[in-house]
């Protein structure tokens, strides 16, 4: 399993990781295959205001609120969680056990873009911390309406998430690409991660997390000092699920690349779940150095209904 490769770029990896969670271009269709795989919509919403021929009405922040969101005030910046959204579910919860009001930022809002003209949209409730939630939304707009696909809800920081769409055969899957970063110039590593949500039955369900991009400083049997093991991973949506190609780098000072190990391996789609054929390359070595690991998870189905009831 283990192998040799030139060292990437910084410029290289940079590009590798926008295109890590987003995966390959072999998962384009043609345009015949793309009409056979649209879903249906869970609801319909009338835009605010008409577009000229042959163009799109663009949307400010606010109005996806507006319309995803009926509980949504504009003028006191609030949602209330107990009106339904546009689908008639209280996919964010509300009730009596629920603070009834939020406050929102209603000019907040991270958007991401996906084939034959999908988006996606993630609307952050306001919070004094660093990890928020917010509703997820698989959507595309019309001349006059926009459709609604699939609502979710996603939990993450508003600066650092990243949305896009892939398909695995007819399944759609949302992707958010979480990427925190520190030092500058040279110095500058970034660890990251890709959250995976599955769409099904207008829902879109947390199903998988994985190991995009991590650097960490250790000491080596081999070396007097430190090194740094650096992991990458990209990955190709298929039919069967997701295939994920994995590297880890030994890098020492002067010396360069000391060691290296690749590993293919799957999170396969069985039913509704993805499950992943071994452990990844990051995590095996995070637990043999002693330091904070990725958040990849296999979600199991049934706690996943259980909450989102």
């Not at 008639?88 to 509300?94: A, E, M, N, P």
């Not at 988006?119 to 660093?130: F, N, Q, R």
């Not at 007097?224 to 699920?241: K, L, N």
């Not at 509704?272 to 043999?288: I, M």
Request: aromatic share 4%.
């Amino acid at each position: 399993m283990t192998s040799r490769r030139p060292v990437r770029s910084r410029a290289e990896l940079a590009v590798a990781l926008l295109s890590a969670c987003g995966g390959s271009p072999l998962s384009s269709r043609t345009e015949d295959e793309a009409r056979t795989l649209v879903p249906v919509p869970i609801c319909v919403q009338h835009l605010p205001r008409p577009a000229t021929p042959g163009s799109i009405v663009s949307l400010a922040a606010r109005e996806y609120w507006s319309l995803l969101l009926p509980g949504f005030d504009a003028r006191a910046a609030t949602i209330d969680l107990t009106v339904p959204d546009c689908s008639g579910r209280s996919t964010l919860g509300g009730g009596a056990s629920v603070l009834a009001r939020r406050r929102v930022n209603p000019e907040e809002i991270v958007l991401g873009s996906g084939p034959d003209g999908f988006k996606v949209a993630w609307l952050p409730l306001a919070s004094s911390e660093a990890v928020r939630s917010g509703l997820l939304a698989l959507l595309r707009q019309r001349q006059e309406f926009l459709e609604v696909y699939a609502l979710g809800v996603h939990e993450g920081s508003v600066g650092s998430s990243r949305l896009s769409l892939e398909r695995m055969g007819p399944a759609l899957v949302v992707t958010v690409l979480e990427e925190h970063c520190r030092g500058a110039e040279q110095a500058r590593r970034c660890d990251s991660s890709c959250a995976l949500y599955l769409m099904g039955n207008g829902r879109l369900s947390a199903r998988a997390r994985f190991a995009v991009d991590h650097s960490v400083d250790a000491r080596t049997a081999s070396s007097a000092g430190s090194a740094e093991y650096r992991f990458s991973a990209s990955a190709e949506y298929r039919a069967d699920g997701v295939a994920l190609s994995e590297r880890l780098s030994v890098l020492e000072p002067g010396r360069g690349e000391v060691r290296s190990l690749d590993l293919e391996r799957m999170l396969k789609l069985e039913g509704d779940r993805l499950v992943p054929s071994s452990e990844s390359l990051w995590t095996q070595t995070a637990r043999q150095l002693g330091v904070p690991e990725t958040l990849e998870t296999s979600v199991d189905a049934a706690q996943l209904e259980r909450r989102e009831r």
